[in-house]
């Protein structure tokens, strides 16, 4: 059996080729195998250039392969754009009117097969045949999508299936990549890309009200949302615009619901006032922020890490705040529920840094552990409350009893000015300054509850890649190439890149040997904010900012070309 297999579909948005992956995806978690599914589209609606790339085998797989082992080219642009990365034994899927005459190459009389609105059910039959996949894997797949309300489209769908697969036994070359024996089936797994645990994670935090503006790759999140909100009990809200939907989150927030909303880095621009309304008005909110390259509009539809400088200084003031950067299709899942305990608890905005690549990124998990599950509970406890009541009490830790209006004879008042222990506006410079050292109080809350970054390899290996956010996948096959070649690797990850605890990680970095900084912008903003924090330097850094994912491939070869200079 062929243990790694990429696959790619490439064509034009409108063609179909989500549909086919997708299908062929979901056949492949249900038959027990492991995939890692990428996509690449441009920002439009019908045209361009689109792929939907699927690693699948014995894996597990963490992230994408730039060579391709069968290429389904559903336009003659495909052909002409990822012929060269072909491998040796590739085969090449393409229609009979612009397939080229090269070896592996497999000319498909799709005209011949049915209507063109199904050519993409041919295709995704051929790839069963390839792939040596149950036709019933296939058929379940299909019907699920069309469910048993279409018998006439179900029936189409399985007549050209199976035209399609009886032109393959007679036309498919011998090739080495059928997937027999070796893996058991696991029929329990969830296939999600990171957007969807995301959400799924904040539902089962308990999350009651979402606002948004549509923005890429952030609106998925909130598609999810919508797919359970009747259900979960939760309000989602289509704002006019990023102002009023961040300021909707903290009316929602105020009056005691578990809110969030989700942007893009132009959305986020314009929630900036709205982010130091909920910090002064020590109001729980969690913002997710999808990152994409810009400035400006930037690449819609691209990936980057970019963002993180922003989200930490974003908002006029000096307040508190916790910034997560889940490296996992699981972490995507358990780091919302986390923020949104985290926002809760120290009454302060949270942030969820997230990006393209791992937005659409698919995976085979494991269920969740739903008894591990924390909900936020909301509000205090009215019986400690003081009379009258004082919302913004100084305390020690920093953290003020939090009542809900309407809930209890208490007045609650909260005001945007600075104010005084009850709420209300004050100009007064000592109580200026008792505030301000109030509210920072609360980062301690936050770096006692920090969580440590991951160290994967030997403390003290002779190379150290840091890495943040989405990274983690690359940078680990990456480590696990290298280690194959002899090296002594270790890589160490930061799903939590504010606040920084020194006493977590500077040690690790004091014992390795070179060290590498890998991350998806061209400044080294995490390494450079490594340095503020500890005074420790990591000149070394393998960057990436064409809007492309970082791969193994990439890591590698750029570090080589490092110590060559070197």
Same mark, same amino acid.
């Given at each position: 059996m062929s243990l790694d297999i990429h696959l790619l579909i490439g064509g034009e948005a409108g063609q179909g080729l989500v549909t086919i992956g997708q299908l062929l995806s979901k056949a492949l978690v249900r038959a027990g195998y492991e995939v890692f599914v990428s996509q690449s589209y441009h920002s439009r609606i019908r045209g361009g250039h689109?792929?939907?790339?699927?690693? +699948?085998? /014995?894996?597990?797989?963490?992230?994408?392969?730039?060579?391709?082992?069968? +290429?389904?080219?559903?336009?003659?642009?495909?052909? =002409? +754009?990822?012929?060269?990365?072909?491998? %040796?034994?590739?085969?090449?899927?393409? $229609?009979a009117s612009f397939a080229p005459d090269l070896p592996g190459v497999i000319a498909v009389p799709f005209a011949e097969l049915g209507p063109e609105q199904l050519w993409n059910t041919a295709a995704l039959a051929l790839l069963g045949n390839i792939l040596d996949l149950p036709s019933e894997a296939l058929h379940q797949a299909v019907e699920a999508m069309l469910g048993k309300k279409h018998p006439e489209a179900l029936a189409e769908n399985r007549e050209i299936m199976e035209k399609s697969r009886e032109w393959a036994a007679a036309h498919v070359p011998e090739h080495g990549f059928a997937l027999t024996g070796g893996v058991s089936a696991a029929a329990d797994r969830l296939l999600l890309n990171g957007n969807e645990a995301i959400a799924l994670g904040a539902l089962a935090g308990g999350l009651k009200f979402c606002a948004f503006y549509p923005m890429t790759p952030a609106t998925s999140i909130v598609l999810? !949302?919508?797919?359970?909100?009747?259900?979960?009990?939760?309000?989602?809200?289509?704002?006019?615009?990023?102002?009023?939907?961040?300021?909707?989150?903290?009316?929602?927030?105020? =009056? %005691?619901?578990?809110?969030?909303?989700?942007?893009?880095?132009?959305?986020?621009?314009?929630?900036?006032?709205?982010?130091?309304?909920?910090?002064?008005?020590?109001?729980?909110?969690?913002?997710?922020?999808?990152?994409?390259?810009?400035?400006?509009?930037?690449?819609?539809?691209?990936?980057?890490?970019?963002?993180?400088?922003?989200?930490?200084?974003?908002?006029?003031? @000096?307040?508190?705040?916790?910034?997560?950067?889940?490296?996992?299709?699981?972490?995507?899942?358990?780091?919302?529920?986390?923020?949104? &305990?985290?926002? @809760?608890?120290?009454?302060?905005? &949270?942030?969820?840094?997230?990006?393209?690549?791992?937005?659409?990124?698919s995976r085979p998990v494991a269920p969740f552990d739903l008894a591990a599950i924390v909900p936020v509970a909301t509000g205090g406890e009215t019986a400690l409350a003081s009379t009258p009541y004082?919302?913004?009490?100084?305390?020690?830790?920093?953290?003020?009893?939090?009542?809900?209006?309407?809930?209890?004879?208490?007045?609650?008042?909260?005001?945007? $000015? @600075?104010?005084?222990?009850? %709420?209300?506006?004050?100009?007064?410079? %000592?109580?200026?300054? /008792?505030?301000?050292?109030?509210?920072?109080?609360?980062?301690?809350?936050?770096?006692?509850?920090?969580?440590?970054?991951?160290?994967?390899?030997?403390?003290? =290996?002779?190379? !150290?890649?840091?890495?943040?956010?989405?990274?983690l996948g690359p940078v680990q096959e990456a480590a696990d190439v290298l280690r194959g070649q002899g090296r002594n690797v270790a890589s160490l990850h930061f799903s939590q890149v504010w606040p920084l605890v020194p006493d977590q990680f500077l040690d690790i970095l004091q014992g390795a040997g070179k060290i590498v900084c890998v991350e998806g912008n061209a400044t080294g903003q995490f390494a450079r904010l490594i340095q503020r924090e500890t005074g420790f330097a990591i000149p070394e850094r393998i960057a990436r900012y064409d809007g492309l994912p970082f791969t193994a491939r990439y890591i590698v070869e750029r570090l080589a070309a490092m110590e060559e200079r070197a």
């Open positions: 689109n792929t939907f790339a699927i690693r +699948l085998g /014995a894996g597990p797989f963490f992230a994408p392969r730039v060579s391709i082992d069968i +290429l389904v080219a559903l336009n003659a642009e495909t052909v =002409a +754009l990822h012929r060269g990365q072909l491998t %040796g034994r590739a085969l090449l899927i393409a $229609d999810e !949302l919508i797919t359970h909100a009747e259900v979960m009990g939760c309000v989602i809200e289509q704002a006019e615009d990023e102002i009023a939907a961040i300021n909707m989150a903290i009316g929602a927030a105020f =009056a %005691g619901a578990v809110s969030m909303v989700a942007t893009s880095g132009g959305g986020f621009a314009l929630m900036a006032e709205g982010v130091s309304l909920a910090a002064m008005t020590e109001t729980p909110v969690l913002i997710a922020v999808a990152q994409r390259p810009g400035p400006a509009t930037g690449m819609p539809t691209r990936t980057e890490q970019a963002d993180l400088e922003f989200v930490l200084h974003a908002g006029h003031g @000096e307040f508190p705040r916790a910034i997560f950067a889940p490296g996992s299709i699981e972490a995507c899942f358990a780091l919302t529920q986390k923020a949104l &305990v985290m926002a @809760e608890r120290a009454q302060s905005p &949270v942030f969820l840094l997230t990006d393209q690549f791992l937005a659409d990124s004082q919302r913004y009490r100084l305390t020690e830790n920093g953290l003020s009893p939090r009542l809900l209006p309407g809930f209890s004879p208490q007045l609650v008042v909260a005001d945007s $000015d @600075e104010h005084d222990e009850e %709420g209300h506006i004050s100009e007064d410079h %000592g109580v200026r300054i /008792a505030m301000v050292e109030k509210r920072l109080r609360k980062c301690e809350l936050l770096k006692q509850e920090a969580i440590a970054p991951e160290l994967s390899g030997e403390k003290g =290996a002779d190379l !150290l890649f840091v890495c943040w956010g989405s990274s």
